[in-house]
């Protein structure tokens, strides 16, 4: 099926363009003011914006954590993030049994992901032990197509000092960026303990045992082992605290290759969160923080300083976290649903309250995580050849978030009564439409592996600025 976008604005992370796109097999097969194509399927976009779909490059589906499966799986979640303008989804595989090796997970999450996914998909790597076995893996991985992996410094499988500096050495001698989750283990356990200790376990609770000088330490730290490792190349998950990104700033003046993610929920949404009556449905690590840190990222976001954002979808719903906590803290699973509402977030608070530019909504969205992680420039740009994954943006329109609407499996939202200016009106992947007007119109199944490029830091952004390293 061929098909003309007309009438709309066309924009990628450097600019806007007054031009029609043409699609055929599913890429972009030419851009112009006149484009003759007889016999198509015409879209008129006139009034808004047409941009690369979204790239989640941090989603949790069908993940395992112990004590509960997260509620989507990648029909799910992948269904709710295209109804979110999402068409490339980077999840993060979970941990696997005690000593398993790379491969194993890796064929798992493939069994997981295929005839399922109904739009294109990744995997990161999850590096839950270091010996020599895991660290000769690492290179068949990259071949694989896989060629990122987080490292966790808190949870079941944290690594310590020892470990976290092999994985980045040979992370780096194989081509992956190396992705963390940043929190110190050790003060979290004391800190936990003496709360329970004293009978605090209600919901805010979580917040006081993880405060930001937790992740900001473990930010300071893995900043100076990715130095003492050769420069290997960085990468911050989930960020929510201004001290991490001042540590991450003067990382970059130094020239040091680190990059910093961060999600709608850090952004718009604060530790009074914990107060609410269903406080439970917050939890997450690193915790909702105070008001004043969320101004310091909003700050980071507008100047360049954060690359990427990113949702963490990682669903347990009410009745799983009501279940399993029973009135603690501790035993509550960690992570919020989100995906579906990472671009309508962002464009109605960053680019119509005058934040951020369309360009850089894109750039945050998706050009940045396809520089990133392998992905550039088939995924994330608008050039000739790229594939046809584009969102369609009207500015004049308005979209109430709630949970009913959502195409998730979760019971609620965190963002539940929230207005977001701009309306989705159509995602499509490689070329085909999978969702129009906030309904899911797409197949199962439909999505594909895709095998990703080694990290190549030509390709990445630079902070700080909207020019990028290399050659569009
Ligand atoms: O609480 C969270 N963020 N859960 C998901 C797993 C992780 O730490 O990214
Ligand atoms: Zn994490
Ligand atoms: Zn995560
Ligand atoms: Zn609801």
Not at 132 to 153: Q, T
Not at 426 to 439: C, D, I, P
């Amino acid at each position: 099926m061929r098909r003309l976008i007309i009438n709309g604005t066309l924009v990628d992370e450097a600019g806007e363009y007054r031009e029609d796109l043409l699609i055929e097999e599913g890429v972009i097969r030419a851009r112009g003011t006149s484009l003759m194509a007889p016999g198509c399927e015409v879209i008129d976009a006139a009034g808004c914006y047409v941009m690369p779909g979204g790239i989640d490059a941090h989603t949790h589906f069908n993940i395992d954590v112990g004590i509960a499966r997260s509620c989507d799986d990648f029909y799910s979640g992948t269904r709710a993030a295209a109804c979110g303008g999402t068409t490339t989804i980077i999840d993060h595989m979970g941990f696997g049994p005690a000593g398993c090796n790379l491969h194993h997970q890796l064929a798992l999450y493939h069994e997981y992901a295929g005839g399922q996914a109904v739009i294109d998909y990744g995997f990161h790597g999850v590096v839950q032990h270091v010996d020599d076995a895991i660290l000769h893996e690492m290179a068949s991985m990259v071949e694989a197509g896989v060629s990122s992996f987080k490292l966790y410094l808190t949870y079941q499988y944290k690594l310590g000092d020892t470990d976290v500096l092999r994985a980045l050495t040979r992370l780096k001698e194989v081509g992956a960026l190396t992705a963390v989750h940043p929190e110190n283990d050790a003060a979290i356990a004391e800190r936990r303990a003496a709360l329970l200790a004293a009978g605090h376990t209600a919901p805010y609770y979580h917040a006081l045992s993880r405060p930001l000088e937790c992740e900001a330490e473990a930010i300071g730290r893995m900043i100076n082992l990715a130095r003492l490792a050769g420069d290997a190349p960085l990468y911050i998950v989930h960020l929510s605290n201004g001290l991490g990104l001042d540590y991450l700033k003067l990382a970059r003046r130094q020239g040091q290759p680190v990059w910093v993610e961060t999600c709608p929920q850090y952004l718009l949404l604060d530790e009074a969160c914990y107060f609410r009556e269903n406080g439970l449905d917050y939890l997450l690590s690193p915790p909702l923080r105070p008001r004043s840190e969320l101004d310091k990222l909003w700050v980071g976001v507008t100047a360049g300083d954060i690359d990427t954002l990113a949702t963490d979808h990682c669903s347990f719903s009410h009745a799983q976290r009501l279940a399993l906590s029973r009135g603690d803290f501790s035993r509550c699973p960690n992570g919020l649903p989100g995906v579906e509402n990472r671009l309508p977030l962002l464009f109605s608070e960053g680019v119509m309250t005058g934040r951020i530019t369309p360009s850089r909504f894109v750039a945050l969205t998706s050009a940045n995580p396809a520089r990133l992680f392998g992905l550039w420039p088939r995924k994330g740009s608008l050039s000739l050849g790229a594939d046809a994954d584009l969102v369609v943006i009207d500015p004049r329109g308005e979209q109430l978030i709630e949970h009913q609407h959502l195409h998730d499996n979760a019971d609620y939202s965190p963002y539940e009564g929230m207005h977001c200016r701009g309306l989705l009106r159509l995602t499509l992947s490689r070329g085909e439409v999978v969702a129009r007007e906030g309904e899911f119109v797409g197949r199962r199944g439909a999505g594909r592996f895709l095998a990703r490029d080694p990290f190549n830091a030509a390709l990445a952004p630079v902070a700080g600025s909207s020019q990028q390293r290399g050659a569009r």
